[in-house]
């Protein structure tokens, strides 16, 4: 979320996918970096142990949720 948020700071368009366990400290993250509406990609808790096709999906989901962030901008 930290390098996300440096890089669009630095002019890049750039966004975080990170598990729904950590939403909210994503938020909190965005807030105290000066960014409280910053955009981010949330997929389901956890990654480890799920099976190629559960992280298959994912990555999908995750790839048309950051699409539909950048293309608002």
């Keep these: ?8 700071k630095a002019g890049l368009t750039a966004t ?3 598990t729904d366990r950590f939403a909210e400290t994503a938020k909190v993250m965005a807030q ?3 960014m409280p509406d ?4 949330v997929i389901p808790h956890p990654i480890s ?3 190629e096709a559960v992280l298959r999906a994912k990555a999908e ?3 048309r949720q950051c699409l539909a962030i950048w293309q608002a901008r």
């Design 1 to 8: 979320m930290h390098d996300a948020i440096t890089a669009e």
């Design 16 to 18: 975080a996918i990170i």
């Design 32 to 34: 105290v970096s000066g």
């Design 38 to 41: 910053y955009p981010f990609v």
């Design 49 to 51: 142990n799920n099976s």
């Design 61 to 63: 989901d995750a790839v």
